[in-house]
């Protein structure tokens, strides 16, 4: 009886959330599928009322606008009054923050004066809008020229106009083309579409050297350590390394402290080989933003150069539709399904419990459901409330990173492991329940109590907290098929995202939740018996090894002091629990000795938290180069493959890669055979440049494999889940393509 509320409240909530991934599928739509911007915002105008333009757009079903990125920008002759528009529906964005937003339709009008002798209304109409269904996809600035017959009786006003002035000379040329490009893109400081923000041109000035040259409208900035060049089909020639002049140093939003170029860049770049009259293909990929504003995805450029011609190129866009306009990725979010996301995490929560990391916390629960033996109320209990612990801890990590990623903020799956603090109390965490396990102390009548050890109850708490656990330990590991979906997960919608997290969860608990509830697994279980409490001590060891490698990833982030401090907070935990078990802290004198040790440990974990990091905590082997952006860039400019590796020493899953593939002599071999660097990035610490190239790739977390081909194609991901075989055939594929 006393679990019948339990019964009532978990069961129907894993059969509603059953209920709920079947009835959603529909609601996601592939991007690919993503409507042409006229399509999805049909314009309509009406000049027919003397002095007012009424516009009226037709939104398609999933699709929105945004109330502030109107703007209206009248022809010669034509004096625009305030817009009209109506007031949208008010929510917040992740990029724009409070904003307005119209669906299905929306009418605005525009009054307007007109020069003496003028007959046609001539008006560029700005509008920006997104698709907002899986994943959310937005377009660039949209701009649409209007030109309409005037009716009689518009009012005349005196117009003014103006006239631009030109220039001789090649140099002259250049500074023409740029100051036309900065002209062209001022539109009253909405986010312009990416040919006009940064507007890209270049010349090969001789058969050894070409000029590029960047113009920037006021108030835009290229990132300079975000720029790639190569050529294609040049008969062995190749780009030198670019000859980069000072740069401005900017504190931007996403990628820390970078080096940037405002207004114009001209970059000499000399060219290697033996010179020939043949041109050149020069492929260039670059990324900006608007200062204050939104960042553009990383914009590829192709020109065809006729060297020692002096003709000025511009370049022309490469590749598919922009993403979304305020992105920080180089690639398109991964096109799958809500309801593909939601099997991937399923699996992938499954098989997350075969892995290292989870393991013993699982031996908690293999102990107390052989306990449980043929008492079917006791193994329901263990089931349903250890997945009631899996479950709202998804939800909490879940929402904690929507929550961060709402405010701008990035948040990795596993990076809680990045803060020394957590590391500390994660280690003393182990240490208690691997000294429980021991026998030196005891929660409660049962080994499923001790997942509860935290909080020093029993009974159904207990089975609560080791779910807790078990994804506290989880979330630096990652299984087959759990990229995918969480991939899916950072970028999706709040509800979406939820449901994921929810799925891996699930997965998770299944083993035991089927143990519970269904009597003929149960039974395949064998009897308890005396046996049990030497397995209990057996199983004790698995913990104080998870311990000992957490204070290793400690090690590596914090040095030797913070290793020293958590011992100490670990020695004063065992004497608390030891006095404890001994005691049972009877009486105020031993329950003061208790508490005052408990207290105690508390101080070297304060101080662990305040020490400075050392001046370098990243081993790099030899033959293996350190990644950082401008590194990349300048391999990738010398047509050579690279492999980039972003691992950590928290994440099991790298090392595990590591030990099998990447740290073997069948790989060493393999990159001289291709010609290939391998290039290893170090994320045990926050680091924004690793961070922001893990947002590149949309990867949620470490580890993260990119096989970079040369001549400046599109980096290939691995899966990471590596195998000898998987790294040979992008390595070749990659070596292949010089």
């Known amino acids: 009886?006393?679990?019948?509320?339990?019964?009532?409240?978990?069961?129907?909530?894993?059969?509603?959330?059953?209920?709920?991934?079947?009835?959603?599928?529909?609601?996601?739509?592939?991007?690919?599928?993503?409507?042409?911007v006229t399509e999805a915002y049909k314009l309509s105008a009406d000049a027919t009322t003397p002095g007012v333009l009424k516009l009226h757009w037709t939104i398609a079903p999933d699709y929105y606008l945004y109330r502030g990125r109107m703007q209206f920008k009248a022809g010669d002759g034509i004096t625009l009054g305030v817009a009209q528009l109506p007031d949208g529906t008010k929510s917040h964005d992740e990029y724009l923050g409070d904003v307005e937003t119209y669906h299905h339709r929306v009418d605005a009008s525009v009054p307007y004066t007109v020069a003496a002798g003028t007959t046609r209304l001539q008006m560029a109409v700005q509008y920006q809008g997104c698709h907002e269904v899986d994943p959310k996809i937005c377009y660039p600035p949209h701009t649409e020229q209007l030109d309409l017959l005037l009716p009689a009786g518009a009012s005349a006003v005196t117009q003014v106009g103006t006239s631009a002035q030109g220039a001789g000379t090649l140099a002259a040329a250049l500074q023409k083309m740029g100051s036309a490009a900065t002209t062209a893109a001022s539109v009253d400081g909405a986010a312009l579409p990416p040919e006009q923000a940064f507007h890209f041109e270049a010349l090969a000035s001789s058969p050894q050297q070409l000029l590029l040259r960047w113009t920037m409208p006021k108030g835009y900035y290229l990132y300079r350590d975000h720029t790639t060049l190569s050529l294609r089909d040049a008969a062995g020639r190749t780009l030198g390394k670019p000859k980069?002049?000072?740069?401005?140093?900017?504190?931007?939003?996403?990628?820390?402290?970078?080096?940037?170029?405002?207004?114009?860049?001209?970059?000499?770049?000399?060219?290697?080989?033996?010179?020939?009259?043949?041109?050149?293909?020069?492929?260039?990929?670059?990324?900006?933003?608007?200062?204050?504003?939104?960042?553009?995805?990383?914009?590829?450029?192709?020109?065809?150069?006729?060297?020692?011609?002096?003709?000025?190129?511009?370049?022309?866009?490469?590749?598919?539709?922009?993403?979304?306009?305020?992105?920080?990725?180089?690639?398109?979010?991964?096109?799958?399904?809500?309801?593909?996301?939601?099997?991937?995490?399923?699996?992938?929560?499954?098989?997350?419990?075969?892995?290292?990391?989870?393991?013993?916390?699982?031996?908690?629960k293999a102990v107390s459901v052989l306990e449980s033996g043929e008492n079917r109320s006791r193994a329901r209990r263990h089931a349903l409330f250890y997945s009631a612990g899996v479950l709202c801890s998804f939800a909490v990590l879940g929402l904690g990173i929507l929550a961060l990623r709402a405010a701008g903020h990035t948040l990795g799956w596993g990076s809680q492991l990045q803060q020394p603090i957590i590391v500390a109390v994660l280690a003393c965490v182990m240490l208690a329940v691997g000294l429980s396990m021991s026998g030196v102390v005891h929660f409660g009548s049962s080994m499923g109590n001790t997942g509860a050890g935290l909080a020093s109850r029993s009974g159904p708490s207990g089975d609560f907290f080791t779910g807790v656990l078990a994804v506290v330990v989880a979330s630096p590991c990652t299984a087959p098929f759990m990229g995918s979906a969480l991939v899916y997960a950072f970028a999706a919608p709040m509800l979406s995202a939820l449901l994921v997290f929810l799925a891996l969860g699930v997965g998770l608990a299944l083993p035991f939740l089927l143990i519970g509830l269904v009597p003929a697994l149960a039974r395949l279980l064998p009897r308890p018996g005396r046996w049990m409490e030497t397995l209990k001590q057996v199983l004790a060891f698995p913990m104080y090894l998870t311990a000992v490698w957490l204070v290793w990833v400690l090690a590596k982030q914090r040095g030797a002091d913070a290793v020293g401090l958590v011992l100490v907070a670990m020695v004063l935990l065992a004497m608390a629990l030891w006095l404890f078990g001994r005691s049972g802290a009877r009486g105020t004198g031993g329950k003061l000795l208790v508490g005052t040790l408990a207290v105690a440990m508390l101080v070297p974990l304060y101080l662990l938290a305040h020490v400075p990091?050392?001046?370098?905590?990243?081993?790099?082997?030899?033959?293996?180069?350190?990644?950082?952006?401008?590194?990349?860039?300048?391999?990738?400019?010398?047509?050579?493959?690279?492999?980039?590796?972003?691992?950590?020493?928290?994440?099991?899953?790298?090392?595990?890669?590591?030990?099998?593939?990447?740290?073997?002599?069948a790989f060493r071999d393999l990159l001289t055979q291709t010609g290939a660097v391998y290039m290893q990035g170090d994320w045990t610490n926050v680091d924004p440049v690793i961070s922001a190239f893990l947002a590149q790739y949309n990867s949620p977390g470490v580890p993260l494999y990119v096989v970079f081909p040369p001549h400046g194609a599109a980096g290939q991901q691995l899966s990471t889940v590596l195998t000898p075989s998987m790294v040979e055939n992008a390595l070749t594929a990659a070596a292949a393509a010089r």
């Open 1 to 36: 009886m006393r679990l019948s509320w339990m019964y009532r409240i978990v069961v129907p909530l894993l059969w509603g959330f059953g209920l709920l991934l079947g009835s959603l599928p529909a609601c996601a739509q592939n991007a690919g599928e993503l409507l042409p």
């Open 613 to 665: 990091a050392p001046a370098s905590v990243a081993s790099i082997a030899a033959g293996t180069v350190a990644y950082s952006p401008q590194k990349l860039a300048d391999l990738r400019a010398a047509n050579t493959p690279v492999l980039v590796d972003i691992t950590a020493d928290w994440c099991v899953t790298c090392k595990a890669n590591e030990h099998t593939v990447l740290n073997t002599q």
């Open 244 to 364: 980069w002049p000072a740069a401005t140093k900017h504190d931007d939003p996403q990628f820390g402290k970078v080096s940037v170029y405002f207004d114009q860049l001209e970059l000499p770049v000399p060219i290697n080989g033996a010179g020939s009259a043949q041109s050149l293909t020069l492929v260039a990929s670059f990324q900006g933003c608007q200062d204050g504003g939104l960042c553009y995805p990383v914009m590829t450029r192709k020109l065809t150069l006729d060297p020692g011609s002096a003709a000025v190129e511009s370049g022309t866009p490469v590749g598919g539709p922009v993403e979304t306009t305020p992105s920080q990725r180089t690639q398109r979010p991964l096109q799958i399904s809500l309801i593909a996301a939601l099997l991937l995490a399923l699996g992938g929560g499954l098989i997350l419990n075969l892995m290292p990391c989870v393991l013993p916390v699982l031996s908690i």
